[in-house]
């Protein structure tokens, strides 16, 4: 997946894609683990300094071959594109949970289930309120490409209801409330598995102008795909005021 930028599928290797790919997310498995493991460590400092210079190491072999910069939307095994970066869903990206959104079409609605540790930390055995806010704002981000008009989020208004505890399954879900021409409003919740809701969210998404034309034409579009994406390069070329 780390190659792979502007072909079309017909162009890959299907079977050595999905290879990469399911390296690549095992890479960030590892790393993941790794995080974890470097907030909760109690090692003395001589092991801590030697672990440092390796990972270092590895840093810079990994980095030997890299993009130069950000890596954008990428061409997967399947057909699509997705973001691999995205800190709520990359699967290239340690920081993520990743979070596994479930969509239903016909109800409009997203869901998903997520259980964070020591790294998203906030106050004292919860969960950091701007990693809820993260995690909201990409579960109502995906909910515009069920309605045919994948925005980018206007605003984003979190309600904190009660702390969401580490180490614990909770739920977040997402749904279009209305649609106004370009823009899509939507609501969302974070909620126990006694359904009590800790944080809840509404939010207004705009296509951007660049986009406005062909979504017009009504082209051929995939709701399921992760980033919402209508068409396979609609946000390859965007304008730097996306707005």
Same mark, same amino acid.
């Given at each position: 997946?780390?190659r ?10 299907t ?26 460590t109690k ?8 672990l440092?210079?390796q990972?270092r ?25 997705r ?16 979070l596994?959104? *479930? ?6 609605r ?6 964070l ?7 004292l ?9 993260? !995690?909201l ?11 045919? +008009?994948p925005?980018?989020?206007?605003y984003l ?8 505890? +580490? ?5 977040i879900?997402?749904?279009v ?19 009590r809701t ?5 939010? +207004? ?9 062909? !979504?017009?034409?009504?082209? *051929?579009?995939?709701?399921m ?14 304008? *730097?005021? +996306?707005?």
């Amino acid at each position: 997946m780390g190659r792979v930028t502007d072909v079309t599928r017909s162009e890959i290797d299907t079977s050595e894609l999905r290879r990469e790919e399911l390296s690549y997310e095992e890479l960030a498995n590892a790393v993941r683990e790794l995080i974890d493991a470097t907030v909760r460590t109690k090692i003395g400092a001589d092991d801590v300094n030697d672990l440092t210079a390796q990972i270092r190491a590895a840093s810079a072999k990994l980095l030997a071959d890299a993009h130069p910069a950000n890596v954008g939307l990428l061409l997967c095994a399947d057909g699509r594109r997705r973001s691999p970066s995205n800190p709520v869903s990359g699967r290239r990206n340690a920081f993520a949970p990743p979070l596994k959104v *479930k969509r239903d079409k016909d109800e409009l609605r997203a869901w998903s289930t997520f259980n964070l540790g020591a790294a998203y930390e906030g106050p004292l055995g919860h969960i950091h309120g701007g990693v809820l806010a993260m !995690l909201l704002d990409q579960i109502l981000g995906m909910i515009p490409a069920l309605v045919g +008009l994948p925005g980018m989020t206007a605003y984003l208004n979190v309600t904190y209801r009660r702390p969401s505890p +580490l180490f614990a399954d909770l739920n977040i879900e997402a749904k279009v409330d209305r649609t106004e021409g370009w823009k899509t409003f939507a609501t969302g919740r974070i909620f126990d598995a006694e359904g009590r809701t800790t944080a809840e969210a509404e939010a +207004l998404f705009i296509v951007p102008k660049f986009a406005r034309e062909r !979504l017009e034409r009504r082209q *051929k579009q995939d709701p399921m795909s992760d980033d919402g994406e209508y068409e396979p390069n609609i946000w390859f070329n965007a304008p *730097k005021n +996306l707005m």
